[in-house]
């Protein structure tokens, strides 16, 4: 999933980038390779997935065409409330986060590691 959105990310960024524009759209595409970017290596994906999604939420109200970006939107929301997963850097750097649940019996097992 990382791979897919941050791919589309980069991709629509340097055909926007090829396309010019004035130094407001160059900043904006430019922001967006490198949160692609951040996407592709699993670091800091919460955060780059919440960066995707809005700036997806973004381009649905100026687009004529928003259904790549209701796409890439629900990919950033999910990407940024479930992780980056095993092969990322943030897995690689701060190790995986595991969430144990407690059974009803009430097991002194924490629920949360």
Not at 80 to 105: C, E, H, T, Y
């Amino acid at each position: 999933m990382r791979v897919a959105a941050g791919g589309a990310l980069i991709v629509e960024g340097i055909q926007a980038l090829a396309a010019g524009g004035q130094l407001g759209s160059v900043l904006l595409h430019v922001g967006s390779v490198s949160v692609g970017l951040l996407l592709l290596a699993g670091l800091w994906t919460p955060l780059a997935a919440a960066l995707l999604a809005l700036e997806a939420l973004w381009n649905v109200l100026l687009s004529g065409h928003p259904w790549r970006w209701i796409l890439l939107a629900t990919l950033g929301a999910a990407l940024a409330l479930i992780g980056p997963g095993a092969w990322s850097v943030d897995a690689w750097l701060f190790g995986w986060k595991r969430l144990q649940i407690r059974d009803r019996k009430g097991s002194d097992v924490p629920p949360f590691e």
